[in-house]
């Protein structure tokens, strides 16, 4: 199993596993084919009965739709608060 890391893509999938159980709340997950990496995972985004040596497979995708939305929040915020204050134009405000 090979890690799909090509620059660009929309997504990237990674071999991880889980190391082991802390707290009952947390995973320790080593990532990437030599598992040379590691993480902490909260245990609710892992499946309900996953445990100590199972392997995963991660799949990272770009929400551009979400990004595209907050983009367009923070410039609906920054036209309100330029109305609010004398700064017309400018988007240094004070706050």
Same mark, same amino acid.
């Given at each position: 199993?090979?890690?799909?890391?090509?620059?660009?893509?929309? &997504?990237?999938? /990674?071999?991880?596993?889980?190391?082991?159980?802390?707290?009952?709340?947390?995973?320790?997950?080593?990532?990437?084919?030599?598992?040379?990496?590691?993480?902490?995972?909260?245990?609710?985004?892992?499946?309900?009965?996953? &445990?100590?040596?199972?392997?995963?497979?991660?799949? /990272?995708?770009?929400?551009?739709?979400?990004?595209?939305?907050?983009?367009?929040? /923070?410039?609906?915020?920054?036209?309100?608060?330029?109305?609010?204050?004398? &700064?017309?134009?400018?988007?240094?405000?004070?706050?």
């Amino acid at each position: 199993m090979t890690d799909d890391r090509k620059r660009g893509a929309s &997504s990237s999938t /990674i071999h991880a596993v889980i190391d082991r159980l802390e707290d009952n709340d947390m995973a320790v997950v080593r990532l990437g084919e030599d598992e040379r990496h590691q993480i902490d995972l909260p245990l609710v985004y892992l499946p309900e009965d996953a &445990s100590d040596g199972d392997h995963l497979r991660i799949t /990272i995708t770009l929400d551009r739709e979400s990004r595209a939305a907050a983009e367009d929040e /923070i410039r609906r915020l920054q036209d309100e608060l330029e109305k609010r204050s004398s &700064s017309k134009g400018q988007k240094n405000f004070k706050l």
